[in-house]
């Protein structure tokens, strides 16, 4: 079965400027994750999506970050202004339906930003 | 609110070597316990997960991990590396129910050399 799909996999941009990311999950998987790894650290939870809706956003900056999930599939995460210390790597995950209570996830590649 | 410590940041190990990389959690409620691997410029792949039961699992390329509840620890260990092991390594933990989400640890870096 094709992975979690993300894209653009790596993208500079300079401080002030926007930037979105796309996130498409495994197919099935109702649940959707973004995290935010910053180099030297853990993947850290930005927002967590059941179908359409959000569960978790207690961590999202929600005056620079937004996130939706439209149609329930697929998703974007974008980050308007952006500053320098936005540099790290956005993961996303998705999970099925009989893991979501354990929380096993399935990461897609990355998408790397660098604020200059 | 759950946490996850990893000790080391950084372990240097010989090929063919064992290895143990550590990890200790800290929660109030029964979690579930899962080791993922990142190779450079990849996403993080699971390697082995504790839900239930037995408390040895064993995971993919011939990894193991040890449930311990009293230590509230879930090392890692191999008992022979490859040079293709060289990887991030990250331990996390969810207390499970409704929709759980997973808190990782910093990471721990396995540089193996010949």
């Known amino acids: 079965e094709a992975g979690v799909a993300q894209s653009p996999r790596y993208k500079i941009i300079e401080k002030r400027q926007s930037v979105a990311f796309w996130c498409n999950p495994i197919?099935?998987?109702?649940?959707l994750y973004w995290y935010q790894q910053i180099l030297g650290q853990g993947p850290k939870l930005l927002i967590q999506?059941?179908?359409?809706?959000?569960?978790?956003d207690s961590q999202l900056p929600k005056d620079r970050f937004s996130a939706e999930r439209l149609k329930g599939v697929d998703s974007t995460l974008k980050i308007q202004p952006a500053k320098l210390e936005d540099s790290a790597v956005y993961l996303c995950?998705?999970?099925?339906?009989?893991?979501?209570?354990?929380?096993?996830?399935?990461f897609g590649e990355g998408s790397r930003l660098t604020v200059l | 609110a759950q946490s996850v410590t990893q000790l080391d940041s950084q372990v240097p190990v010989f090929e063919e070597a064992p290895v143990e990389l550590r990890c200790n959690y800290s929660?109030?409620?029964?979690?579930?316990l899962f080791w993922y691997v990142q190779y450079p410029n990849q996403g993080l792949q699971l390697l082995l997960k504790?839900?239930?039961?037995?408390?040895l699992v064993k995971g993919i390329n011939g990894f193991e991990a040890e449930f311990n509840k009293s230590q509230t620890s879930f090392h890692l260990r191999k008992p022979s590396v490859h040079i293709s092991d060289t990887a991030e390594y990250f331990c996390?933990?969810?207390?499970?129910?409704?929709?759980?989400?997973?808190?990782f640890g910093k990471g721990t870096m396995l540089l193996v050399s010949p």
């Open positions: 995950a998705s999970s099925p339906p009989d893991r979501t209570n354990t929380g096993e996830l399935f």
């Open positions: 197919s099935g998987h109702a649940t």
């Open positions: 999506f059941q179908n359409n809706g959000v569960v978790d």
């Open positions: 929660s109030s409620v029964s979690v579930y």
């Open positions: 504790y839900l239930s039961g037995s408390t």
């Open positions: 996390a933990v969810s207390v499970g129910g409704g929709y759980s989400t997973l808190t």
